[in-house]
């Protein structure tokens, strides 16, 4: 079954890719070292099923190509990696008859596997899933909000 350029895999079939690291598990995965549930693929990127799922339908995506983090994503990829994550936020919550999804990465705090990878889970209302995973808080005033909105705005500034 095709999705415009992408393929909807079935089973452990993977393309074998030249370059990738050979010491990353998701690495191997795109290279067809390490099998894998694979849901979608296309020439940039690659879906396959968390083997530790938050809930059953939780996938992982990723590019093809080793990139540890999304700033060290090239930005040819950008655009196709987020129309997959678009379509997986939309196939997922369908597949398994759920109304959302929660869509998310990590850049290296949390990444337990050091090559870019967006989560997309399906979620229900009252799924056990609590906030966000960690305590929020509040910013002390509106003057400390101002801030460290400031401090993003330029470090912003000096990376553009």
Same mark, same amino acid.
């Given at each position: 079954?095709?999705?415009?350029?992408?393929?909807?895999?079935?089973?452990?079939?993977?393309?074998?890719?030249?370059?990738?690291?050979?010491?990353?598990?998701?690495? &191997? +995965?795109?290279?067809?070292?390490?099998?894998?549930?694979?849901?979608?693929? =296309?020439?940039?990127?690659?879906?396959?099923? @968390?083997?530790?799922?938050?809930?059953?339908?939780?996938?992982?995506? +990723?590019?093809?190509?080793?990139? &540890?983090? !999304?700033? =060290? !994503?090239? @930005?040819?990829?950008?655009?196709? !990696?987020?129309?997959?994550?678009?379509?997986?936020?939309?196939?997922?919550?369908?597949?398994?008859?759920?109304?959302?999804?929660?869509?998310?990465?990590?850049?290296?705090?949390?990444?337990?596997?050091?090559?870019?990878?967006?989560?997309?889970?399906?979620?229900?209302?009252?799924?056990?899933?609590?906030?966000?995973?960690?305590?929020?808080?509040?910013?002390?005033? @509106?003057? &400390?909000?101002?801030?460290?909105? &400031?401090? +993003?705005?330029?470090? !912003?500034?000096?990376?553009?």
């Amino acid at each position: 079954m095709n999705i415009g350029a992408v393929a909807v895999g079935r089973g452990t079939r993977v393309a074998r890719v030249p370059g990738n690291s050979d010491t990353c598990a998701f690495c &191997e +995965i795109a290279s067809g070292e390490a099998s894998a549930e694979i849901v979608l693929e =296309d020439e940039v990127s690659l879906a396959f099923l @968390d083997n530790r799922p938050l809930f059953h339908g939780h996938a992982l995506l +990723i590019p093809r190509a080793h990139h &540890e983090t !999304l700033g =060290d !994503l090239p @930005d040819e990829l950008l655009g196709r !990696l987020f129309a997959n994550a678009r379509l997986l936020s939309q196939a997922i919550p369908e597949a398994m008859d759920k109304p959302g999804s929660f869509v998310a990465l990590n850049n290296v705090v949390s990444q337990s596997v050091p090559h870019l990878h967006v989560h997309v889970v399906p979620r229900k209302k009252k799924d056990g899933l609590r906030g966000f995973f960690w305590p929020r808080t509040k910013y002390g005033s @509106d003057e &400390e909000m101002a801030e460290v909105a &400031e401090r +993003i705005r330029k470090a !912003l500034s000096r990376s553009g």
